[in-house]
């Protein structure tokens, strides 16, 4: 058997091009990291900007913020349809061709729109990120085909303990159809408004708005659109992280139902906010039913964390500190559940207390401090969704022992600490007026700078771990090419599919 030369790995099998999406989001984040924060008052980011010819004028800083956002969410997306592609039966066609065009389409997305924004404005560049961006949404029309629930090719049997309607239609693969679909439609209320660019709209941070009385159409569809977009985002790992722990049984049932009634439902009325000045309530009942999904899955997922392991200790009547040992022995199936129920603290629980309070407390603040609590709230999710995709691909890496504990606390304990200590500062105001705030900033900061740290540093030891090993003749690249599936594709034996994407070594 011959081995696989490394590009063949890197780009055609599903395990390299996570490690790529990855790598190209941490080189991203490395160098314009330097641009904000504390790098700024080190003169760190003047360095960057002569070093590497950047032309930064301020009168652009929200066009660039924007670019700078995209091209990385893009990149999320394509690890998360690499998963799914993966892990969802479908043809082998099918899964080749999509993950070819969401490849091509963030790249040239992220390489040009960055180009164009940060090194001048050449609008070639421009029209390349344009065709990275329809590359992606053609890649999200191919995986809404090949997800197509009501093939009967995918029905699962009577008697699975995985969710199915009585007539076998699998739940789980119509709630992944479900937010695919929502995904593109959601892309389309972004992509309307930037065909306005220099026609009646204005580039525009969303946090800039909170107090403009009178918004347009165009700025409620982009509100509308960043919001949904990073909620669907949420949903697609929870359906991803759920086939990992093998989510089954009557809660992963009701969970499939909430799922997909909660996406429709938080989509319509994110979508709707352009029209409805009631929208806000539609999104509250969606918002129900996808963070009961998230819920059971929790339950269930911790449940069988503690079972599984006493099963493997052999312990026939455990204690209550038996089982939050058990529960506690693998932090990274841990924290997959852990911080969805942590982001109900730093996100979840303070988006509803603001949108309570918003009248009697938050408009009465300065703007500008309504403004960090709204930009706080952005990046913590942000932040737990990658810290929740960075868990599953340690897995998939083979991260074990104390390599895997290690990484695994220090990226919930050093996460988790700054994100509450950024939504203790978001939120200082309740507690301290502006004259005294001063210590509560100062180690609010430190804590954020140092948990941030711990797992920045946590995560370039792991990539310069993978760079060895791939430059390596046998190293670890060799061993995933000869595996390049998730190794989480169902195929039920009752109903066997031709040609379905199973694990196999890659093509010769």
Excluded at 5 to 29: E, P
Excluded at 59 to 68: D, F, K, T
Excluded at 151 to 162: C, F, G, L, T
Excluded at 399 to 421: H, Q, V, Y
Aim: proline share 3%; net charge neutral; no cysteine.
């Amino acid at each position: 058997m011959k081995s696989l030369n490394r590009f063949s790995y890197l780009f055609r099998s599903t395990k390299g091009l996570i490690l790529v999406a990855i790598s190209m989001i941490a080189m991203v984040t490395a160098i314009w990291g330097t641009l904000s924060g504390p790098m700024v008052e080190w003169g760190i980011r003047d360095l960057t900007v002569k070093l590497l010819g950047m032309e930064l004028h301020h009168w652009e800083r929200e066009g660039r913020i924007i670019m700078l956002y995209h091209t990385i969410a893009m990149a999320v997306l394509a690890i998360e349809v690499y998963m799914i592609t993966s892990i969802v039966p479908m043809k082998k066609h099918q899964q080749a061709n999509i993950n070819a065009l969401i490849t091509v389409g963030y790249l040239l997305a992220m390489i040009f729109g960055l180009w164009f924004a940060y090194f001048g404005h050449a609008y070639i560049f421009h029209g390349l990120f344009l065709v990275g961006q329809s590359l992606i949404f053609f890649a999200g029309v191919s995986l809404a085909t090949a997800l197509w629930p009501w093939n009967k090719e995918y029905y699962v049997a009577k008697d699975s303990p995985y969710a199915h309607t009585k007539s076998g239609l699998d739940l789980e693969r119509t709630a992944f159809f479900t937010m695919a679909i929502l995904t593109l439609l959601s892309s389309m209320w972004g992509a309307v408004t930037g065909s306005y660019w220099s026609n009646g709209h204005e580039t525009f941070l969303a946090e800039n708005l909170i107090r403009t009385p009178h918004k347009t159409e165009l700025q409620h569809a982009i509100i509308g659109h960043l919001h949904i977009m990073l909620s669907l985002v949420a949903v697609a790992i929870t359906l991803i992280v759920g086939r990992w722990l093998d989510f089954k049984g009557v809660l992963h049932k009701w969970a499939m139902y909430l799922m997909i009634f909660g996406s429709i439902v938080l989509t319509t009325g994110a979508l709707a906010i352009v029209w409805l000045p009631w929208a806000h309530t539609i999104i509250y009942f969606g918002s129900v039913g996808v963070m009961m999904a998230a819920l059971l899955y929790v339950i269930y997922s911790w449940n069988k964390l503690i079972h599984d392991r006493i099963a493997e200790l052999e312990i026939e009547n455990p204690t209550v500190m038996d089982k939050v040992k058990a529960l506690l022995h693998d932090p990274l199936k841990f924290g997959t559940g852990w911080q969805m129920v942590f982001m109900n603290f730093t996100v979840s629980g303070i988006g509803i207390f603001m949108a309570i309070k918003l009248e009697k407390i938050f408009r009465v603040w300065p703007a500008r401090e309504e403004r960090i609590t709204l930009t706080g709230h952005w990046h913590i999710l942000a932040a737990i969704i990658a810290t929740i995709i960075v868990m599953y691909y340690w897995d998939i890496s083979g991260m074990k022992g104390k390599t895997r504990k290690w990484a695994g606390w220090i990226l919930i304990i050093g996460g988790d600490f700054a994100f509450a200590a950024a939504t203790i500062f978001s939120m200082k105001r309740l507690f301290v007026t502006e004259y005294f705030e001063q210590p509560v900033v100062n180690w609010t900061m430190v804590t954020i700078d140092f948990g941030l740290g711990a797992i920045l540093i946590m995560l370039a030891m792991f990539l310069g771990w993978r760079l060895f090993e791939l430059l390596k003749q046998d190293g670890l690249w060799k061993k995933e090419a000869a595996d390049p599936e998730l190794g989480l594709n169902r195929i039920h034996p009752e109903i066997p599919v031709e040609g379905v994407n199973i694990p196999e070594e890659v093509e010769k």
